[in-house]
Structures are given as structure tokens and as C-alpha cells.
């Protein structure tokens, strides 16, 4: 079962971008990463969320997108996420958040493939930028931002090739392929 | 179905020994990891596994246990894990893990669940001294420990009271009780 879920929660860049996510759903997935585990139980962990055109306009402004793809910018428009949710770390709390956003991460994406969704871990965000826009204090610190939506992609997984290379690519179908290492290969003696 | 088992998934101490853990068990344990996403796809974990009795006590001794509880030096012999997971950074492949041993992290703590096993995630490692143990290379960094077992803990929830301590607790039965900060203050805006 959870077997099942993780292969199908696979990150996803085009979306049905008509198809609004409630702010509901975003609070829902939140809860799942809430009641995740967190270093030391410290909970340095906040989250911004955005699902109106507007804001998802000026998120989407600070993302870079698939670096892999040097002839893709990233999704249109009409293909863009409808909704985001923005992973912070509260600096009164922690000044490190360790792995806990990797946790939580993966709690929201499999909740999200659950309901249907998919998403996107984007690490490449030009913070200041964001910072500005969203008007948040230094106190937070932009660690991730997860672009949702309902997918319009087919993603595949396939093993490494015996050139080793892990970058992803598309087909001319538009099917998104992703080598994946062997799993004899990740274990150590 | 994914809140069920996120919400069952808690950080465990104290196990049944004696209840044995299959290479296979941890080798599928691992698979979920693979199966799951990595920045840029590059995927630069590896796993060490260990299950027999002699490597399950040497890495015991490189461990520190649940810091809050102050009386508590970790759990006594025959309540000890019958297996770790050792998340590794392969420093050939990347400099810096990001987060994806949190995510790693999860999906196998989801899926020993899943089993009827629990686990958890330790930071606080005698790395040089475990380093020696297992003679790994210095190729490989220690990011995280995870202990697994048949769990024979309590674990309960509750909401941050009003002091908000976030510091789990043991009551006079046992049962260990973990503060959770209020989903209304993890949303920013």
C-alpha cells in the first residue's frame, strides 16, 4: 500500500492549473506534516500557503524550473501549479532545520498524491525576490517550496543506463523519464 | 489511509528484542527510499544494514537516546532494535544531502509501520567511533541512524499545553507523550 503510493507520488511539473486546490485541502496536508517527526521535537517548521491567482503568479515568478530540461523554462501557462505551499524555517525556534523539511515533504506529497494531487520539491527559489513579494520577516528562512496541482504529466521510472547518467529527460511524447539507481547499488557491505 | 498511518508512525525507544528483522525486510525498507525523490535526482545515499546481534551492539554504543529524558540512558538489553538503517551522504556523488534523508527517512519509517514496526531517527552519533566499527571510508558521512524494531512503547500525541514546552515526557506507566504544536501555528499569513 504505501509501496503503491510512493511509486505513484512522482514530481510532477505540468498541472490542470483550472483545477483550484481549497485552502482546506492545503491545511489538511500541513496536519500531515504537523504530526511528522521533527529533531528533538523542536516543530521549527512553518508554512505559507498560496492557491489565488495572484500569489501563485508571484511564486511561480521565483522558481527555476527542471535544470535538467536546458530547452524547457517551465510550465505555461494553463499548466502552471494551483497552489503552493512554502516550507519555512522559524529561526526563533531552530537555527537549523536538519532534515525535518525532508520529513515533512514527503508526508505532504504523499498525502497530496493520495487525494489525486501531485508535486514538485523546488529547491531553486530566488529567495529575496519572494521574500519581498510575500512580505515575510527574516525571521523565516525559505527552505523549499512545494508547487501542487492536479497532474498533467506522465512520469516514468526507469533504472540507471550503463552510461551511469541520472538526469531526467522527456520523450518526444512529452513522457517524463527518471533513471532511477539500483537498489544493489545504494546498500553498503 | 496516508493520516492513519502518518499518525501511527511514532518515534519509538523501546522494542521487542527478540522479534528478529529480515535482510529482506530492510533491503524493501530501502527500496521505498529509492523509490522516492531526491534534489536534481542524484540521488547520493546509501544504506548500511545491520540485523545481527554483534553489529546491532556496536552500533547501539555509538548512540544517544532521547535527550529530554534526562534519567533515561536509552533502552536496557531486550528492549534494544533488532535492526538499524544507516543513511549515509556517498560524498562522491554530492557534497550535501539537502534533505533528502528526511525524505528517505520517512517513506522507510512509513513502510516499517506499515509492518507492524516502528522505529527512530537518531542524530546524536559517536561518528568517528562508529566510523572505526563498521570501517567505512570516509567516503561515506553518517547523517542519520535509524532504529527499528517491534515496538513496546506507548506513544501518545497532545497538543503544546500552555508553557509550550515541547519536550516529550515519560508518565509514571510509561507512556511517552509527545507535545505538538497547534496547527494554527505553523501558518504563516
Request: glycine fraction near 8%; include cysteine; proline fraction near 5%.
Amino acid at each position: 500500500m504505501i509501496d503503491d503510493l510512493i511509486r505513484a507520488n512522482r514530481s510532477c511539473r505540468r498541472f490542470h492549473q483550472e483545477a483550484a486546490i481549497s485552502r482546506e485541502t492545503l491545511t489538511g496536508l500541513v496536519n500531515l506534516a504537523r504530526l511528522s517527526a521533527s529533531a528533538a521535537n523542536l516543530q521549527p517548521l512553518k508554512y505559507y500557503l498560496a492557491s489565488s491567482p495572484q500569489e501563485n503568479g508571484e511564486i511561480f515568478s521565483c522558481l527555476a524550473w527542471a535544470g535538467y530540461l536546458k530547452d524547457w523554462p517551465g510550465p505555461v501557462e494553463g499548466e502552471r501549479p494551483s497552489a503552493y505551499i512554502i516550507i519555512l524555517l522559524d529561526r526563533e525556534i531552530a537555527k537549523e532545520a536538519g532534515c525535518d523539511h525532508g520529513i515533512a515533504a514527503q508526508s505532504i506529497l504523499l498525502g497530496a498524491r493520495e487525494q489525486g494531487l501531485a508535486g514538485c520539491l523546488i529547491g531553486s527559489i530566488k529567495r529575496e525576490r519572494l521574500r519581498q513579494l510575500l512580505q515575510l520577516p527574516d525571521r523565516y528562512e525559505f527552505l523549499l517550496v512545494l508547487a501542487l496541482g492536479k497532474p498533467q504529466e506522465e512520469v516514468v521510472i526507469e533504472e540507471v543506463g550503463p552510461d551511469g547518467s541520472i538526469k531526467y529527460w522527456r520523450d518526444a511524447q512529452g513522457v517524463h523519464h527518471v533513471p532511477k539507481r539500483r537498489l544493489q547499488d545504494l546498500i553498503i557491505g
